[in-house]
């Protein structure tokens, strides 16, 4: 071998592990070639490799032209045959599937032993990327027994696995892709292709999102990315993947910074095949950010590029979300109606069944605005017969449409009764999940469904009707206890492949009549085993069902009840005091976030002591409680409160008609019965917890413990996250003064800081026997995020959720120190046989001056 050739060899060899080196070693290897037609194919076909290692795609297919030239010109059959196995996955990132599957079939007749089982391994990589997974993972099975035939080699079969666990994890088979995935990892270590173990950490946070682990995805996405990083290689789709992954839980903003970042990756490196998908990504970031600005154009972009690659399924995804983004912007035109329909004849043709679905409703609402009753009957009667066998989502909107559609013929009477099938669908879909992200998407349509249930009811003018319809779409998913992770290995593989579905039906990956079958029979083993958990649950399935307005009143007692929602922009009060339901209607809905805003900006700077604002808040509080309270009948006891959107966020003890009385929060009236219902054993512990960088936390827990004797206390070192979870499993009371952090993009992050570290609620989710009542003393500590439907996550929420009955939390920031002075006295009432919110309305009336005491509120049952 000619030093010229050796070195073009070992280039080859780095290409995926040093490209950089790589580069260096082949551009040498062409200088010294002097006419030697092997080496340099050789080093073109390095080139090209390093350019696909570093996604300069372009630049990658014109060096592996090259090299197939040079080795075709020189005889070197078996040297053009590797070249052409690597252009046929260039060509397959490019859109050029079926020359890609040509190109690898001209190749196999020259190849064997090791080369051929590459060949193999390569044509099974494209046939995984055209979704032939079946095919995939025979060609795969076939190049590791090829390999074996000639002898073995450890750095091609690492190479082979990785790329097999993506086949492994599609068919469903989670410990096979495990295996190759660990077996991959040591056979790029022993080869000293170090590097290249980012691809399996890549492979490997795939596996975890598709079972609903969330956090091990993001750590195994982070390590891939310092891998390539260190590598100098290109990471692929890791940016898409892993902003996926984030979206799933609704973190928007991390999400749309991963997406924009991705974006500008792709551009600068003119890979034009992944930067359709990093655009399509940020599109639908966009759209749930509230930018349809943002989504349409990234959205246009991705149509543009995807129609000059031949990519037409992709084309028309692009379509789909141009469409709605020029829905959410108010665009009602006879151009787009016409838009709308090609777009769902492209969808269709390419077999995005949800997504063409989805498109025909947005057409027909926009036909009935523009006043073409007969084209919007024509769609609804499409949806409505296609998603009646299918899965939840489908059927779904199929009742959506059939309810639309009889509104058209003024059968009203009817259209409440497709409604109330269709949220029945989602209901029972979300009972038998346990992953956030799963109970969200359901929710998220779930709310179109409630929010046209409302308006038909308050239409009909009938309260008890609204009141229903206001529990239907009042924080659905949390009458539901979290089962995050399933313990039951089956649950959780029917979960896992019910979430690889669903990707497989949003990515278009595979026949789309066969996933549907398959979402659907996934689902019904889902609920099937769900019932079967629900008889060890903390929760069965009967705590999910809505009250009646009498029940709701025996366990009201002298309360009274005030449950508010919003509607066309307006607020409406359903008031239920001595068996009486009356709805109110109320003001504007922007008019009290804008005096919500005004209110929390006061508090919290004369809790800080940042100027003289309380005749500032004094004033707002009135003006609120003008809004809010005074209009209703509210009388002189208790009330309970059931907020809807921004309302949420209010400190309520700060409106005159609260102070001094006992005020209970709720995400919905279903949730406060259930906790003013429940039975619990007698006994169970007293559990205190000192956090870290809290000067009065000490103090505070130490006071406690003397207040409660007997109670365990976890202070300095000891506030540890598993034995204080182990404490407060089961436990009787928990107060907790730690640092609350709430994060505003994805509250399954918020956490109280403990001493190794945050508390989230990912950790409280694992609570068998939440403490039946909670008090958390830090900042921040109640606050929750609002998605559709008055879907709240939060540390509070979270806790009601699992069955806690009452809590003490704050809803603005407080200085550190600021509540020491109110906990005491609460937990003194609270002693002497108060219930929490009369034992937190006690404590505010008695430090009337304290800016910090209206951040405090109750929730459940207090």
Request: aromatic residues 4%; contains cysteine; hydrophobic residues 50%.
């Amino acid at each position: 071998m000619t030093t010229a050739l050796a070195k073009a060899v070992a280039a080859a060899d780095l290409a995926f592990t040093a490209p950089a080196k790589a580069r260096a070693l082949a551009g040498a290897a062409l200088a010294e070639a002097n006419g030697h037609a092997e080496a340099a194919a050789v080093a073109e076909h390095a080139l090209g490799l390093a350019g696909v290692s570093t996604g300069r795609l372009a630049d990658a297919e014109t060096r592996l032209r090259a090299a197939i030239r040079l080795a075709d010109r020189a005889g070197l059959r078996a040297r053009a045959a590797q070249t052409r196995g690597v252009l046929g996955y260039v060509l397959t990132l490019t859109g050029r599937t079926a020359e890609a599957l040509r190109e690898l079939d001209r190749a196999m007749p020259e190849l064997t032993g090791t080369a051929a089982a590459r060949l193999r391994m390569q044509r099974a990589v494209v046939l995984t990327e055209i979704s032939r997974f079946g095919d995939a993972a025979t060609e795969f099975a076939g190049a590791l027994d090829t390999l074996r035939a000639a002898g073995g080699d450890d750095l091609v079969e690492a190479t082979i696995r990785t790329n097999r666990s993506i086949v492994l994890a599609r068919l469903g088979d989670w410990r096979g892709a495990e295996d190759d995935l660990r077996r991959a990892e040591r056979g790029f270590a022993a080869t000293g292709h170090i590097g290249r173990t980012a691809m399996v950490w890549q492979n490997r946070g795939l596996a975890a999102t598709v079972r609903g682990d969330v956090p091990a995805a993001l750590a195994a996405y982070d390590e891939a990315a310092s891998r390539y990083e260190a590598a100098g290689t290109d990471p692929g789709l890791l940016p898409i993947e892993r902003a996926e992954t984030l979206l799933s839980v609704r973190l928007i903003a991390e999400a749309r910074e991963a997406a924009t970042a991705a974006v500008a990756a792709y551009a600068g490196r003119r890979n034009a095949v992944d930067l359709v998908q990093a655009r399509l990504l940020l599109a639908k970031v966009a759209l749930l950010d509230g930018d349809p600005a943002t989504a349409l154009r990234e959205a246009s972009l991705a149509r543009r590029s995807a129609a000059r690659q031949r990519r037409p399924g992709w084309a028309a995804l692009a379509g789909y979300l141009a469409l709605r983004a020029r829905r959410d912007s108010g665009l009602r035109t006879t151009a787009m109606l016409r838009s709308g329909q090609r777009t769902v004849a492209a969808l269709t043709d390419a077999g995005w069944v949800v997504a063409a679905l989805d498109a025909r409703l947005i057409v027909a609402s926009l036909a009935l605005e523009l006043g073409r009753p007969s084209v919007a009957e024509a769609e609804l009667t499409v949806v409505g017969r296609v998603g009646r066998d299918g899965p939840a989502e489908l059927r779904a909107r199929a009742w959506h449409a059939t309810a639309v559609l009889r509104l058209v013929h003024g059968d009203r009477r009817g259209a409440d009764a497709a409604v109330r099938a269709g949220v029945r669908v989602i209901d029972r879909f979300r009972a038998g999940l346990g992953a956030s992200e799963l109970r969200a998407h359901a929710s998220g349509h779930a709310s179109e469904l409630t929010g046209l249930g409302l308006r038909l009811a308050v239409e009909a003018g009938h309260p008890a009707a609204v009141l229903r319809w206001a529990e239907q779409r009042h924080a659905g998913a949390l009458r539901l206890r979290p089962a995050r992770p399933p313990d039951d290995e089956e649950l959780a593989a029917d979960l896992a492949a019910l979430r690889q579905t669903a990707v497989d039906l949003a990515t278009g990956a595979g026949d789309a009549r066969a996933l549907l079958r398959r979402q659907a029979r996934l689902e019904k083993a889902v609920r099937d085993r769900a019932r079967h958990a629900s008889a060890v649950s903390t929760v069965s399935t009967s705590d999910t069902r809505i009250p009646s307005r009498a029940e709701l009143a025996a366990a009201l007692g002298p309360a009274t009840l005030v449950e508010y929602l919003e509607l066309d922009g307006r607020l409406t009060a359903l008031v239920l005091t001595g068996g009486r339901l009356r709805r109110h209607e109320l003001g504007s809905a922007a008019e009290a976030a804008e005096r919500l805003d005004e209110l929390r900006f006061a508090l919290r700077r004369s809790a800080f002591g940042l100027g003289s604002f309380a005749g500032l808040a004094e004033r707002t509080a009135r003006r609120l409680d003008d809004l809010l309270l005074a209009p209703l009948p509210l009388g002189d006891g208790p009330l309970v409160i059931v907020p809807t959107g921004r309302l949420h966020e209010l400190p309520w003890p700060a409106l005159p008609g609260c102070r001094g009385r006992p005020v209970s929060l709720a995400p919905s009236a279903a949730l406060w019965h259930r906790a003013a219902t429940a039975s619990h054993a007698d006994g169970g512990d007293h559990v205190v917890v000192a956090g870290p960088g809290l000067p009065h936390a000490a103090a505070e827990a130490a006071a406690l413990a003397r207040r409660y004797p007997g109670a365990r206390r976890f202070t300095g070192r000891t506030a540890r996250v598993e034995p204080v979870l182990a404490a407060l499993d089961g436990a009787a009371l928990g107060h907790l003064a730690a640092h609350g952090v709430f994060r505003t993009d994805n509250p399954l992050f918020s956490a109280l800081r403990l001493a190794d570290g945050p508390l989230t609620v990912y950790d409280l989710e694992r609570l068998a026997r939440p403490p039946r009542q909670v008090v958390l003393s830090g900042c921040d500590s109640g606050r929750s995020a609002i998605h559709a439907g008055d879907e709240l996550l939060g540390l509070a929420s979270a806790l009601l959720a699992l069955g806690t009955t009452s809590l003490v939390a704050t809803v603005l920031p407080i200085p550190d120190d600021a509540g020491r002075a109110l906990m005491l006295r609460h937990h003194r009432h609270l002693a002497a046989g108060l219930t929490p919110a009369a034992a937190l309305a006690h404590a505010q009336s008695d430090l009337p001056d304290s800016p910090a005491a209206a951040s405090y509120v109750c929730y459940g049952a207090g």
